[in-house]
Structures are given as structure tokens and as C-alpha cells.
């Protein structure tokens, strides 16, 4: 049974940074990180290869965010430096087997999600 689980999430003033976590169990995945602001869609933020060697990051994020994974720990993080009252979301963690790309449709696992707040 696969189950993923977010960490991390707070309120932070812009500018600030924080480190969002994501426990993978039941195998190992294709990771990507999503979010969602209230009325909107849920969109790409960055993805990861199981290996750790290839990444993929949406523009919103390009510069800003960094991710990462630790595969002795079954984790993935998501470095986020130089947030925005705009990256105010619930960040979701996702995984697939094979698919490195941005369409939410083809990640067939998620977590519950994390609340992130940036004040400005």
C-alpha cells in the first residue's frame, strides 16, 4: 500500500523560507510537489526522478524552490527560499513510477496536503 505524507508547512513572512517533507512508503517513486491557492487549479511545482538525478520545475518556482530527495529515508523535500504572498497554497506530495512531467492526472499517488501561508 502506498502512502505518501507531507510535513512542514507554516506561516511565514515574505522573503522567509521553509523546508516542506514528504514520507514515501510502499515503494519508490517518481516524486513531484503540487499546490493548490484557494479558488484555483491544482498546479506543477517540481518533480524528481526516483534516482534523485533529474529534476523538473515549473517557472513559477524556477530559482526559488529547490528539490530534493533522500532515498535511505524514503523522503523528498522541497526547499523554499524567497517565498511570495503568491506561493500561498496547500502543497501537495505526488507520486508516480514513470511520469516526470507536470499533468496531475498521471500521478496516481498524493498525500493529504500542507498549508503554507506567506504573509506579506
Known amino acids: 500500500q502506498v502512502q505518501l505524507v507531507e510535513s512542514g508547512g507554516g506561516l511565514v513572512q515574505a522573503g522567509g523560507s521553509l523546508r516542506l517533507s514528504c514520507v514515501a512508503s510502499?515503494?519508490?517513486?517518481?516524486m513531484a510537489w503540487f499546490r493548490q491557492a484557494p479558488g484555483k487549479e491544482r498546479e506543477f511545482g517540481a518533480a524528481i526522478s526516483s534516482s534523485g538525478g533529474s529534476t523538473n520545475y515549473a517557472d513559477s518556482v524556477k530559482g526559488r524552490f529547490t528539490i530534493s530527495r533522500d532515498n535511505a529515508k524514503n523522503t523528498v523535500y522541497l526547499q523554499m527560499n524567497s517565498l511570495k504572498p503568491e506561493d500561498t497554497a496547500v502543497y501537495y506530495c505526488?507520486?508516480?513510477?514513470?511520469?516526470?512531467?507536470?499533468?496531475?492526472?498521471?500521478?496516481?499517488?498524493w498525500g493529504q496536503g500542507t498549508q503554507v501561508t506567506v504573509s506579506s
Open positions: 505526488a507520486g508516480s513510477l514513470y511520469y516526470f512531467g507536470s499533468k496531475r492526472a498521471l500521478y496516481p499517488y
Open positions: 510502499g515503494g519508490t517513486f517518481v
